[in-house]
């Protein structure tokens, strides 16, 4: 996790190991356009799998997107704090959500696996961007903001969720929480276009 912060001001960045397993879980079913926002695909890319046989008896594709969606929405909601929990191999927190639940139990070993990866690789790129310094926009975009509106910052906290997303772009959740390509802050123009507006409304 990184931590910018000031007088009355904190910004982190961190990712999040349940929301990658939804991210996997999200593409391999194949639910494009699931959820709020509607995310771009991991990358690397999961590989598709047909669910019709596994759901179709518990409601299907149709149910399994609204109950993708609904533990989606906890999560964001509930980060940085993990819900439900996810204990294989029954997965008793998702009893009511049968679709999502039969899913899990047949992909949990992949996406746990490939979650471990990414984190991974995010520990690698935090401690690449530690080393270059490239953290720094995120003081930077603060203080321009105080500069331009003459006074010290409204009390303010900034939590951006870093996910990884083939595209690069960010997306804005009220009141304070930011969904962002992990791979965004290594294009500091782009990020600035999707960070600062947002610094300028909190700050």
């Given amino acids: 996790m990184h931590e910018s912060g000031g007088p009355g001001w904190r910004i982190t960045m961190d990712t999040s190991g349940p929301m990658l397993i939804a991210l996997y879980l999200r593409d391999v079913a194949g639910l494009d356009g699931a959820g ?13 799998a047909d669910h019709k046989h596994l759901t179709s008896d518990v409601g299907g594709l149709p149910a399994l997107k609204t109950e993708w969606e609904a533990w ?18 029954s997965f008793k927190a998702f009893g009511n959500s049968p679709a999502l639940q039969r899913v899990l139990q047949a992909h949990f070993g992949s996406a746990l696996g490939w979650a471990t ?3 991974d690789e995010y520990a690698h790129l935090e401690a690449a961007r530690e080393a270059n310094g490239v953290t720094h926009l995120l003081n930077e975009l603060v203080e321009d903001r105080l500069l331009e509106v003459g006074r ?7 939590t951006i ?10 997306w804005y959740l009220e009141p304070s929480t930011m969904i962002m390509s992990h791979q965004l802050l290594s294009e500091p123009d782009v990020f600035r276009s999707y960070v600062q507006p947002v610094v ?4």
């Avoid at 909601?77 to 993990?82: A, E, G, L, R, V």
């Fill in 152 to 158: 010290s910052s409204r009390d303010f906290e900034l």
């Fill in 117 to 119: 990866d990414r984190i």
């Fill in 36 to 48: 709020k926002p509607v995310l771009s695909h991991a990358a690397p890319k999961v590989r598709h």
């Fill in 200 to 203: 300028e409304m909190l700050a």
């Fill in 72 to 89: 989606w929405e906890s999560l964001v909601k509930s980060y940085p704090n993990p819900a439900p929990e996810l204990s294989p191999p």
């Fill in 161 to 170: 969720i870093e996910l990884p997303l083939n595209e690069p772009r960010a």
